[in-house]
């Protein structure tokens, strides 16, 4: 492969819209994000037609600006990489779509990715020296997994949530209390005045599994029954008393499994990266057990494109990932069907 491959990037999986330029899967020479946040703010979370609406307006200009950023032109691009799964449908249209027309008439290969595979590849992005193997806490709005890393294109699913992802119910608990969407940043926010004075229940054990539906519920039922008896909701102590439970588990079966897996390094990926304590407690606990923790810079950590154009640059030196006109959107997409297979 020649040297400074640039690939420009687009992401429309849920709600931004991001286009960006990286070179040889390391390097970021922009990264455009147009969030619709603000629109979805007052509906309460994201509505899909809206989402898809607003992909549409938006895609033109963050394209155009990422190359502008970028100081180069669509002939400077050796490929065009995009998210075609998981996420929703007509988000995902939308960004498969303009891909698509922009490789056609520039004759550029055309990469697709999966969303979660480009969520680990943020921290290449993040950290150049970093290589796999490593164990990945993967913490999103729609997946929470631990993942044995084997190689750039080798991917293992270790463990995974029994029900709700971990992002999803931060956002439940912080709409239950009327926080607000997205409900992570402001749970967290509200947690830093809080103690722990609330315990909820522990899920039974399941290895390298997770449940955080359980946890969720005890909050609503909680917060019911003090509605009920007229009392007032205790919000940073419940915001401090899940989050960190919440944590607690996560960190745990993430050294855990890389103890087992036999690796010296964490890598966390996803939006709840983002997540102050998070960060705080698994860096501080994998110091403890010598592992070397990476958590990713907060421009990699919610959606963004030039995760994307990290991971697509890895599959297409291995040849993988290569897509034609007949790519089509999969909002389903498998956490483990890590590599498009065009077939
Ligand atoms: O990865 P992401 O941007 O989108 C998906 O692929 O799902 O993750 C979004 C999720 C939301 O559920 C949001 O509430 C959560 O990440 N999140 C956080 C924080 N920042 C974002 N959760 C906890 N603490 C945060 N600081
Ligand atoms: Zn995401």
Do not use: W
Request: hydrophobic share 40%.
């Amino acid at each position: 492969m020649k040297k400074d491959f640039k690939i420009l990037a687009i992401e429309s999986s849920c709600d931004e819209t991001s286009s960006s330029v990286v070179v040889d899967g390391r390097f970021c020479l922009s990264n455009i994000v147009s969030s619709q946040i603000d629109i979805h703010t007052r509906f309460g979370g994201v509505v899909p037609e809206v989402a898809s609406r607003n992909h549409i307006t938006a895609i033109d200009n963050v394209v155009d600006l990422a190359l502008e950023k970028a100081g180069l032109k669509l002939n400077n691009i050796d490929a065009i990489a995009v998210t075609y799964g998981a996420g929703l449908i007509g988000s995902l249209l939308v960004g498969v779509s303009y891909a698509k027309a922009l490789a056609y008439a520039t004759k550029k290969p055309l990469i697709a990715v999966n969303h979660i595979y480009g969520h680990i590849a943020g921290n290449y992005l993040s950290f150049p020296e970093l290589k796999p193997p490593f164990t990945c806490l993967l913490v999103s709005g729609g997946h929470t997994a631990i993942i044995d890393v084997k190689d750039y294109n080798h991917h293992q699913l270790i463990g995974t949530t029994m029900d709700d992802a971990v992002g999803e119910s931060f956002d439940k608990v912080a709409r239950v209390m009327g926080l607000g969407y997205p409900g992570g940043p402001k749970v967290s926010k509200m947690a830093e005045n809080g103690k722990e004075n609330i315990f909820f229940n522990k899920p039974t054990d399941m290895g390298y599994n997770f449940s955080f539906s359980g946890k969720k519920t005890a909050v609503i039922n909680y917060i019911h029954k003090l509605t009920q008896r007229g009392e007032s909701i205790p919000v940073e102590d419940i915001c401090f008393s899940f989050e960190t439970q919440v944590v607690d588990e996560l960190v745990n079966k993430t050294i855990k499994a890389c103890q087992d897996l036999g690796y010296d390094k964490i890598v966390v990926a996803g939006g709840v990266s983002a997540n102050k304590r998070l960060r705080k407690v698994l860096t501080e606990k994998s110091q403890e057990n010598n592992i070397e923790c990476f958590v990713p810079d907060f421009e990699y950590c919610t959606d963004n494109a030039a995760m994307i154009g990290s991971a697509a640059y890895y599959s297409y030196l291995d040849g993988i990932g290569i897509a034609d006109m007949t790519l089509a959107p999969k909002p389903n997409l498998n956490l483990q069907d890590f590599l498009y297979k065009n077939n």
